[in-house]
């Protein structure tokens, strides 16, 4: 079946500098997308979200970029501080249905 | 506002033995969904409620799986019997209906390890 994916398993990064965390989809309908942050012994956490009628969405030291063309998504993260260390996953949904998930990437930032 | 509560917070069984998991929504929130999330995966959804209704369950494996919601706020997980591959943690997660879409807000899990 269309499944969400990443591209990275892995990201380390220093801190104090910009992330960026991409994520390929497959589903054309998919009309919402999700972008969780998940640290160690908790559940996902929601950082953002954009539907597809949008193609960027900015919230705090955050952005969400969406290209429906070649379906990707990508997680920026500016500043990246320490706290920021976690798993991210990013998920879709059609019409409020059945979000999905991808494998996630994990985020180190180096002090 | 308080979020979605889970209990047990670990649960640790031998295989073929049973277990159930409960799960409280925020309040107001009338979708109801439970994940699995095996050790390096992404949540996988196995049953969404809408009130006390079965949406999706298409991927609950029904011949050990059940789930239940019967006043359209609480719900359990059950599995009996358990296998060594339901070693998972199980989110429950709630949100507001709407066919735009609306954000999932997750528990914390339960952690269930099968020996």
């Known amino acids: 079946g269309e499944s969400v994916g990443l591209h990275l398993p892995t990201l380390s990064v220093q801190e104090g500098d910009n992330s960026i965390i991409n994520c390929a989809y497959s589903?054309?309908?998919?009309?919402?997308f999700i972008w969780y942050k998940q640290e160690s012994g908790k559940g996902p956490q929601f950082i953002i979200d954009?539907?597809?009628?949008?193609d960027k969405r900015q919230g705090q030291r955050v952005t969400v970029l969406l290209n429906k063309t070649v379906k990707h998504l990508s997680l920026q993260i500016a500043a990246t501080q320490p706290g920021d260390s976690a798993v991210y996953f990013c998920a879709e949904n059609i019409r409020g249905y059945k979000l999905t998930f991808g494998k996630g990437t994990l985020l180190t930032v180096n002090p | 506002e308080a979020g979605v509560a889970q209990s047990p917070r670990y649960k640790i069984i031998e295989k073929r033995q049973s277990v159930a998991f409960w799960c409280n929504p925020i309040?107001?929130?009338?979708?109801l969904y439970w994940y699995q999330q095996i050790l390096g995966q992404g949540p996988k959804l196995l049953i969404q409620?809408?009130?006390?209704?079965?949406?999706?369950d298409s991927q609950l494996p029904k011949d050990r799986f059940s789930a239940e919601r019967l006043k359209g706020v609480d719900s359990t997980l059950k599995i009996q019997p358990a296998k060594l591959e339901d070693s998972a943690v199980y989110l429950c997660a709630s949100s507001t209906p709407w066919s735009g879409g609306s954000p999932l807000h997750f528990g914390n899990g339960t952690r269930l390890t099968v020996t």
């Open positions: 309040s107001g929130h009338a979708t």
């Open positions: 954009i539907r597809s009628n949008m």
């Open positions: 589903n054309s309908a998919s009309d919402y």
């Open positions: 409620f809408q009130n006390n209704g079965v949406v999706d």
